[in-house]
């Protein structure tokens, strides 16, 4: 019988080793930077105390049994909030190696912006927003901006109010956006975008709520409505110099990541882990290489080193979102140092990968064409002059157009018809990676169109080419050829003295190509007289007899 007994109680001997080997183990080993159990031992610690206690329950009095059972709800009412607290440090530590806990704060006197120079609608956003008992500060690229001595196009304020509190304060404001979930008050013309607090957004949050967060495969983030305090929004930031918080109130600086001393520095460098940062949105490449152009900084070694892996996940990016991108980084008035950042970089072929193949079989001419372009789309900028995407997109796809033409021209198209359908098809393709609206194409395939007109100049031809809407830009992109080393014979000279020409020159420069068909130099044929046909015809009449 002692033996039954016995027998029957081994299972519950098994039973409570087991529980108390997990009890035992459930700590796992210490984290390796704080010698601390690691949040998810802990986690695995309160799981062992759960899975544990029943199974000792037979085994103690019953006063204790009370305590236990008690600790046990306790622990389940306290396992889950645990839980969602140690998942928002689940962030590697290299992604906040930038970000101190507290910020350095710069008074009135160590810097030299003043309340004065930022917008007052700005300003009054934040006093009224202070003045309901939220947290708000003028942040990134015009604070920036001051202290380099630009002055900002744009003036953007971050709080802790919701974007419904802040709606609810302004009645002139309006919620926009999906992907990040944004305020516009608007006074006038100007508008000012108000952006809440932001915080990290581990994925099984993002699996709880779909509407407030959510990344690819890859780590791109797809939406970000994740909002948190003004600590967490300065870690989300995409670099140092952009993680500044200026209080027009008091007149203080908040830099969390060493913002002015990158700055003074000229560095452009991420906050935490490059190539995560990257990952969750590839964009920031582009963003990178747009400030280190804009303000003539250079990128940081780590900052750079991941960008040439990742540069093909632009491919990634919604085609209408790389469009606003690359305008940004050809019409900031320093478009060729861009292109030349972007080359050596590796993010030319995932924007424009027919032009970056022109780069590989025709270095010279493709690399002139397009930065001579850019040199004068900069200069055109600084003296407040009109810039059109259209030419831009024109000069920047060009290089790979010729070869398409000569293609067609071998199967026996004519050349007109040729640059049509070659542009029809550079075109589609190249809005599969950037879509380029259709205001803009049309105007492109007018550019390329005169580049075949422009040598027919004979009779009345090349008066009716110059009452041509797309004339000028069609001459302006002849001359842009011509600068890249394109032989033309003279077209581009000769257009410029038909234009100052009174209507006597002209009648002589078109006499001069009387000899050339359409003046593009081959040999014209003679069109027979009309009376020399009729006389013709007379002698045949009596030769005939009738």
């Known amino acids: 019988m002692a033996r039954a007994l016995n027998k029957n109680k081994k299972p519950e001997t098994n039973n409570k080793n087991r529980a108390c080997n997990y009890f035992l183990g459930s700590f796992g080993s210490p984290c390796s930077f704080c010698d601390l159990p690691r949040p998810a031992s802990l986690l695995r610690f309160i799981s062992a105390v759960s899975y544990t206690i029943p199974r000792l329950n037979a085994r103690i009095p019953a006063h204790h049994a009370v305590i236990l059972r008690f600790g046990r709800t306790f622990l ?8 969602k607290l140690f998942q928002s440090f689940r962030t590697p530590l290299r992604r906040t190696q930038h970000i101190r806990s507290t910020p350095e704060v710069l008074n009135s006197g160590q ?26 500060y003028l942040v990134g690229g015009c604070v920036r901006d001051m202290l380099l001595g630009i002055t900002p196009k744009d003036f953007d304020v971050a709080t802790s109010a919701t974007p419904e509190q802040v709606r609810a304060e302004f009645r002139n404001a309006r919620i926009i956006g999906r992907r990040f979930k944004l305020v516009h008050i608007h006074f006038g013309r100007e508008i000012i975008e108000v952006a809440t607090f932001r915080a990290n957004h581990p994925q099984s949050d993002e699996e709880e709520d779909h509407n407030k967060s959510l990344s690819n495969e890859s780590g791109r983030i797809l939406r970000d409505n994740v909002y ?33 001393h990158d700055i003074r520095n000229q560095l452009i460098r991420l906050i935490g882990d490059p190539k995560q940062r990257y990952q969750e949105d590839p964009v920031r490449m582009l963003r990178a290489v747009r400030f280190a152009a804009k303000l003539n ?34 019409l900031s008035g320093h478009a060729a140092d861009t292109f030349e950042m972007l ?35 900069d200069l055109r900028i600084k003296q407040n002059k009109p810039v059109t995407p259209a030419f831009l997109f024109a000069a920047l ?36 990676r950037i879509a380029i609206p259709k205001r803009f194409t049309m105007p492109i395939r007018e550019i390329w169109d005169m580049q075949e007109r422009l040598p027919r100049r004979s009779g ?39 234009q100052d020409a009174n209507d006597s020159e002209r009648r002589d420069m078109i006499r001069d190509l009387s000899g050339k068909d359409d003046g593009t130099g081959a040999p014209r044929k ?21």
């Open 111 to 136: 810097h030299s912006l003043q309340k004065g120079q930022f917008s007052r609608y700005a300003v009054n956003i934040v006093e009224r927003l202070q003045g309901a008992g939220y947290q708000a």
């Open 297 to 330: 900084f250079g990128i940081e070694k780590h900052s750079a080193t991941p960008i040439r892996e990742l540069a093909p996940m632009l491919r990634e990016i919604p085609s209408a979102r790389l469009f606003e991108e690359v305008l940004k980084l050809f």
């Open 526 to 546: 003679r069109r027979r007289s009309g009376g020399s046909k009729r006389k013709r015809s007379a002698d045949a009449s009596s030769t005939t007899g009738e």
């Open 397 to 432: 796809l060009w290089p790979a157009l010729p070869a398409r033409v000569l293609r067609l021209q071998d199967r026996g198209m004519p050349p007109i018809p040729a640059m049509q359908e070659a542009a029809h098809e550079l075109i589609a393709e190249q809005c599969q």
């Open 76 to 83: 389940q009412t306290v396992h889950p909030m645990l839980k």
């Open 460 to 498: 009345k031809r090349a008066d009716l080419l110059l009452d041509n809407p797309r004339f000028r830009a069609g001459y302006d992109f002849l001359l842009l050829r011509e600068s890249a080393g394109e032989q033309t014979d003279g077209l581009g000279e000769w257009w410029t003295d038909y």
């Open 343 to 377: 080359v050596d970089l590796q993010l030319f072929d995932p924007l424009f990968p027919a032009s970056a193949e022109a780069l590989e079989y025709n270095p010279t001419y493709t690399h002139t064409l397009i930065s001579e372009a850019l040199i004068n789309t």
């Open 228 to 260: 948190g305090t003004l600590e967490e929004d300065a870690q989300r930031r995409d670099f140092t110099i952009n993680a500044l918080y200026y209080d027009p109130v008091s007149e203080r600086i908040l830099d969390y990541a060493n913002g002015v």
